[in-house]
Every structure is written in structure tokens, then in C-alpha cells.
């Protein structure tokens, strides 16, 4: 079972709502991702979360919003979203953000099933 | 730029049978190179890492990856396939390039199906 869970495991919603996705881990891990995957395709980094600081934002469009309330929380808001938006939204976390002589590897939710209608 | 290539779309191999899931990278200095599973309907699970030392990883669930530096090879291997290691396999290296926070480089992926 992993140790990353990530609420709810599946989301439907229209354009025009709001919602929000959420990631929790008992880990200590210090370091939390958001990844979006779309089907048979390799992840894609969203989001950076290092001591509960925002530390990297892969040029994502303003209607995903991160939130990280507290070091063992990661939530995505997302509002007006696009049916292209549609995909799996992975959370991680790792037990420190080292940059690139980091070896610690990245500890994955089973994701949340976005569908936008 | 730092990048893996994992040139099988699909891996068909029989249950018994020694599986191998190939992976080349492509990086300046000494690569941090890693090993994902993805089983369905699930997230990414981390199998084995190479970052220094023995050129023999061994990992989850009798994985094991061979680093060969002078293939720029990073290949996964079981010796015995079993029907429950089909699923898709990510190869993945950290960008340690002097510019770089260390984002992790994903291949595009490889399916493996094991056959009863």
C-alpha cells in the first residue's frame, strides 16, 4: 500500500465548477510534488513543494493552484478547468528537495482520475 | 540536455522467461538514474536507483538493472518473469546539469506483458 494517499480517487467536474484535490503523507518527507499523466505517458511535473514553500512552478496555467497547508499536506485547487485537463493527477513526495545531486527517490500516490466535462 | 530513451513501446515476454526492459541516457558528468513501476490504476512505484558505486542494482520484487557507462545503458532485469510484473515501466534520470534543480527525466515508458 503507499504511503502517499491522495483524495478522491476519482473527480468529475463541468467547466465551471471548483474543486479540490488533496495529498497527505506521514513520511517526514520535507519535499512534495504534483504530477498530472495523461494515459500510457510518462508523468508531468506541475508543482514543487520544499518545506512547504513553493519552489518550482513548470509553467502551469493559473487555473491549477497549489496549496500546501502543512509539511505532511499538498492540495490542488482548480477552477475553469479545460476538457484537455482531463488525466491522472499524481501527488509525491521525497524525503528532501536536494536539487541535483538529490538520490532520494520520489514516493507516489495512486492518483486522482480527473474528468472534465 | 539530460534525457533516457527506452526504445520499446512493449515488452512481450512468457511467464518463467528472463524479462529485460531496456534503457540509454544521455547526460553530461554522472548520471542519477532510477527505476519506476506503474501497475494499473495506480501511482509510480520506486523500484531501484543508481547513483554511485556497484554497476549490479538490485531492487523490488527481484528486480535487478545493470549501469554500463560505456553503452550509456541503465536495462532493467528478472531472471523469471512472473504474469502479475505486467505493467509499464519508467526509466528516469536527474538533470544535473549546472542550471538545473534536479528535475527528474522521465522515458516515454515501456509496457510489459507477461504471458501465462
Known amino acids: 500500500d503507499t504511503e502517499v494517499t491522495q483524495t478522491p480517487k476519482h473527480l468529475v467536474m463541468g467547466m465551471t465548477n471548483k474543486k479540490s484535490l488533496k495529498c497527505e503523507q506521514h513520511?517526514?518527507?520535507?519535499?512534495m510534488y504534483w504530477y498530472k499523466q495523461k494515459a500510457k505517458k510518462p508523468p508531468e511535473l506541475m508543482f514543487v513543494?520544499?518545506?512547504?514553500?513553493?519552489?518550482i512552478n513548470e509553467s502551469v496555467p493559473s487555473r491549477f493552484s497549489p496549496e500546501c497547508p502543512n509539511s505532511s499536506l499538498l492540495n490542488l485547487h482548480l477552477h475553469a478547468l479545460q476538457p484537455e485537463d482531463s488525466a491522472l493527477y499524481l501527488c509525491?513526495?521525497?524525503?528532501?528537495?536536494?536539487?541535483?545531486?538529490?538520490?532520494?527517490?520520489?514516493?507516489f500516490g495512486n492518483g486522482t482520475r480527473l474528468t472534465v466535462t | 540536455a539530460q534525457s533516457v530513451a527506452q526504445p520499446e513501446d512493449q515488452v512481450n515476454v512468457a511467464e518463467g522467461n528472463p524479462l529485460t526492459v531496456k534503457c540509454t541516457y544521455s547526460?553530461?558528468?554522472?548520471?542519477?538514474l532510477f527505476w519506476y513501476v506503474q501497475y494499473p490504476n495506480r501511482g509510480l512505484q520506486f523500484l531501484l536507483k543508481?547513483?554511485?558505486?556497484?554497476?549490479l542494482v538490485k531492487g523490488s520484487y527481484g528486480f535487478e538493472a545493470e549501469f554500463n557507462k560505456s553503452q550509456t545503458s541503465f536495462h532493467l532485469k528478472k531472471p523469471s518473469a512472473l504474469v502479475s510484473d505486467s505493467a509499464l515501466y519508467f526509466c528516469?534520470?536527474?538533470?544535473?546539469?549546472?542550471?538545473?534543480?534536479?528535475?527528474?527525466?522521465f522515458g516515454a515508458g515501456t509496457q510489459v506483458v507477461v504471458t501465462p
Open positions: 509525491a513526495s521525497s524525503q528532501d528537495f536536494g536539487g541535483a545531486r538529490d538520490g532520494s527517490p520520489l514516493h
Open positions: 513520511m517526514g518527507h520535507r519535499a
Open positions: 513543494y520544499s518545506y512547504e514553500k513553493l519552489s
Open positions: 547526460v553530461s558528468g554522472n548520471p542519477y
Open positions: 543508481y547513483i554511485t558505486g556497484d554497476n
Open positions: 528516469a534520470v536527474r538533470d544535473v546539469t549546472t542550471d538545473s534543480w534536479g528535475k527528474l527525466q
